[in-house]
Each structure stands twice: as structure tokens, then as C-alpha cells.
């Protein structure tokens, strides 16, 4: 029997999903997804189940498994949620804490008080392409060690395994053969130096992590074990960050090409080739490293988008839906003077005003519903538009088209709201599961099923492409006046 699907697993913030691709059809199927709980033990903290996540995984691989032959099957690829952190037993494979995730704050404090050392940032800053920010994994690992018995008496036992949750999985679903991790999940640590492509011993020891209780890092294209669902011995190979996969889903393997993904928050990176570029108001990461060698991205985070929506529908209730935003700000021509700054989680790149709130500016007693609703997604494409104007002022952007993927490019308002202040066209994927579709893309490329990253080069293709109307000056000016406000908060 011949092979035909990749499998790929994602493990996102808020589910777990998992599906077939077919490589000569080019589409996704048998698509299965379970809710992850999420537990919020204290204001600013986010926890999640590691145990639940693997029998999750399991269940949902099981389903979209049922009717394939394993001979048909290439093997299985992981893309996941970046920087959470899990503690675990090397003999049991069990969890010894819920699992830290990215969005907790925790160590907030902690990483104020490490951030006074300017030297030490910028060594910091230098070696690893990031600030320190309890976003990262490095501090969530050091609050685990001084604040969990079960963590410290693993690690005086010698069990202790520590890691992003694409490591966890691994281990759990190999029978604790494998314990790794990929270039690009370690680049999220804190603990991995970009230059010498491995962890850092310096950096380990700042962070109070023992490096003997980190996995082994290897290749995204590397096979990395086996697993046995349903009877069936499955391959896995092709491990990468969330965001990372969703670059090479949408296929951005050249140099210059750059994504941004409209979900909770929005993420724009751009694949800068084999050579890491500096720049503190964007961060540097490993996009993938592969048989074909090294390459690094730049990333731009903005912490609200598609949470703004939902903040607007389920605490103002000004829409039921958000796909009602789009009518409702589209009954309006402009926004009557409105300015919103989406800062409602603070506000990150090019800005990174963590403190900052969020703030709308020139309601009057003519200002509507629909004019608030517009602003709102207004001040999203401005935060983007800044994001890029960076970005492109550091590395040479591609200029063909900006691709982008994610819940809120179902509205084709925002999306033409992009293109207009970008100036640039913006090109939404045809595969709304594309970063799924970069784990399937890297499996494939560890299994042979695609010979090279120029064979994925064609395989993109955008179901809407939104060009720039006409150069506007009251929209480039609205813009100016939207940037004053953000630099005055
Ligand atoms: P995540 O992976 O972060 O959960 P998704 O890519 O699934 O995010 O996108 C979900 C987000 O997209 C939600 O915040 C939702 O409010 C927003 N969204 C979905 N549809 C629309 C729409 N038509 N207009 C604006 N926002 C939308």
C-alpha cells in the first residue's frame, strides 16, 4: 500500500486538535478536537493539565486514526502552544505540577526585579533574541524548582524532566524513549543561545535550571521515536512552535516572507534566512532548523486582537457574534473621530508597554456603537501596521504580499482595513488549519514525502487576496494621530 497522509497534532492554548493530511490530494480530513480545561488558580496565573493533555492527544489520534491502514501513514507531526512548561517524573512520566502556561504572569515580579541588571539584559538580549519576560519559560522553570516539594525532590532523586509541552508529549507518547525538544521550542526558553544553537550554561545558571534536566534538542525534521495508536505503530518526526508552523504552513521558506496570524492575539513573523538580526523592538527566534540548515525569524507579538472581539461581544455586548463586528462597523463610513489603542493585556511590539491599558479617544455625544466597533478594529490594523513598518525597517521584506491566517481573517473589513494602511497586499490562507499544516510539511519533509522545501513552495495558495484602494491622506494622518496617542500613554 502506498503512503499518503501525514498526521499532524496541535496543541493549542485552548484546544487540542488533530488531523490527516492527504499528500496527493492536498487536503486535511478526519479533523478531532477536545477543549483544554484551563485552570486560573490565582488573578494572572494559568495552569493546564499536563495528563489531561496527553490522554487528549491519544484519544483524538485514535479517532482520526480509525480508518487508515499504518502502512498508509508517513508518520506524525507536533506543532504546539510555545513556552508553557511542564514538570515531570523520567520514571512514571506523570506531571509533578499542573503545567505553567505562557500567558502566566506569575514571575512577573521576579523578572521586573531581573530586568534592573541592564548588563545582563543585553548579554541576555545578545545570546537569545528575547527580553526577559515571564511570558518565556526560563522563569516559569526557576519558580517551579524554589516553589514545588514534588519538583525538588524529583530533581534531588535525579528524575527530574523539565520542558516545553512538544517534549512532554514526545516522552509520553515514545514510553519515555525520547526526550527532546526542537530548535524552535527551545528558542523560547531563555536558555538557548541563537549563536551556538544549543543551551546556554550561562544563561542556565542565571535562571537557577539545571541543564541535566533539559531535553536533548534536536532537528524539526528529525525523526524522534515511535507511538502505537489503536494497534498501529505510527512515526514521529517533525516537531515546531505554533507560530513557527504557521510560517511554514502558509509556506514562507524564502527569505523576506513574512505572516501575521489574527487569533487571541496576533503574531507576525518573518522568515530572515540563516543569519540572526538584532533588534530589541522585535524579538529573534529560530524559525526551523532543518537538513537544509538554519533559519531564523523575526517576530512581532501583539497581545490583543481577537480578544479585543470577544472583550467587545462578551463584556460591552455591543455585537452577539464577532462576525458581527464586521456589519456593524461597516454601517458606518468612518469612525466619527474614534481612536482605540488595543492595549487590554498591555501592550507588546514595536511598543512593548506592559503596563499600558487600553484606551479609546474622541467619543462624543454623536459617537455610536458602530463607530466604537470600527475603532476597535481600526486600532488592530494600526498595531499591525506598526508592527510591520518596524519589521521591514530591520530586514527587507518580500514584497509580493503579507499572508495571514487565523480566526479574524473571516472579516474581510479588517482585512481590507490592513491592506489600505499597509499599503500591501495581504493574502488570506485557503487552509484555515495551516499551522497544523506546517507540522504535516515538516513531518513530510522528514519522511520523504516531500523532497525539499521548494516542492512546499508551491503548494500555497490564498483563497482571498485584498489589494490596497487608492492612497489615502486622511487614512495615513488618522494613522500618525493613532501612533501620538500610543507614544504618550
Ligand atoms: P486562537 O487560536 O488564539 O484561539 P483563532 O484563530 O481560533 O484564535 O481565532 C479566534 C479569534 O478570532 C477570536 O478572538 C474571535 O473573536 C476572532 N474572530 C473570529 N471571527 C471573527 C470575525 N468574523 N471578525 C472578527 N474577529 C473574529
Sequence with gaps: MNKKYILAVDLGTTSIRTLAYNTQTHECSRIA????????????????????????????LKETTKDLDEAEIYGLGITNQ???????????????????????????????????????????????GLLIDSYFSATKMSWLLENSKNVTTAYENGLLCMGTLDSYLVFCLTNGKSFVTDHS???????????????DADLCEFFGVPMNCLAKIVNNDCYVGDCVINGKTIKIGGIIGDQQSSLFGQNCV?????????????????????????????????????????????????????SCINWLKDRLNLIKSAKE???????????????????????????????ARAEFRGITLSSTSAHIVRAVLRGITYNTRAVYDCMREIYPLNQREM????????????????????????????????????ACYMAGLCFGAFKDMNELNELYYASHIYTPTPHDEKRESNYKHWLEIVENL
Excluded at 490522554?55 to 483524538?60: G, N, T
Excluded at 502556561?101 to 521576579?110: F, L, S
Excluded at 521550542?185 to 543551551?199: D, E, K, P, V
Design 33 to 60: 478536537r477536545r477543549e483544554v480545561t484551563q485552570f486560573y488558580p490565582h488573578p494572572g496565573w494559568v495552569e493546564q493539565d499536563g495528563a489531561e493533555i496527553v490522554k487528549s492527544v491519544v484519544d483524538c
Design 82 to 128: 510555545r513556552e508553557t512548561v511542564v514538570a515531570w517524573d523520567r520514571n512514571t512520566g506523570l506531571p509533578l505540577e499542573h503545567a505553567i502556561v505562557w500567558q502566566c504572569r506569575r514571575t512577573h515580579d521576579y523578572c521586573q526585579e531581573l530586568r534592573k541588571n541592564k548588563r545582563k539584559c543585553d548579554m541576555i538580549h545578545k545570546r537569545t
Design 185 to 199: 521550542n527551545a528558542s523560547r526558553t531563555l536558555l538557548y543561545n541563537l549563536n551556538t544553537q544549543s543551551w
Design 254 to 306: 524564502n527569505s523576506g516572507d513574512f505572516k501575521t496570524t489574527y487569533g487571541t492575539g496576533a503574531f507576525m513573523l518573518a522568515n530572515i534566512g540563516s543569519k540572526p538580526v538584532f533588534n530589541k523592538k522585535l524579538i529573534t527566534t529560530v524559525a526551523w532548523k532543518t537538513r537544509e540548515g538554519m533559519t531564523y525569524a523575526l517576530e512581532g507579538n501583539m497581545y490583543s486582537a481577537g
Design 325 to 355: 463586528s464586521e456589519s456593524l462597523a461597516g454601517s458606518v463610513a468612518d469612525t466619527g473621530g474614534v481612536f482605540f489603542v488595543p492595549a487590554l493585556a498591555g501592550l507588546g511590539a514595536p511598543f512593548w508597554k506592559g503596563n
Design 403 to 438: 499572508r495571514v491566517d487565523g480566526g479574524m481573517t473571516a472579516n474581510a473589513l479588517v482585512m481590507q482595513f490592513q491592506s489600505d494602511i499597509m499599503h500591501f497586499p495581504v493574502a488570506v490562507s485557503a487552509e484555515s488549519e495551516s499551522t497544523s499544516l506546517g
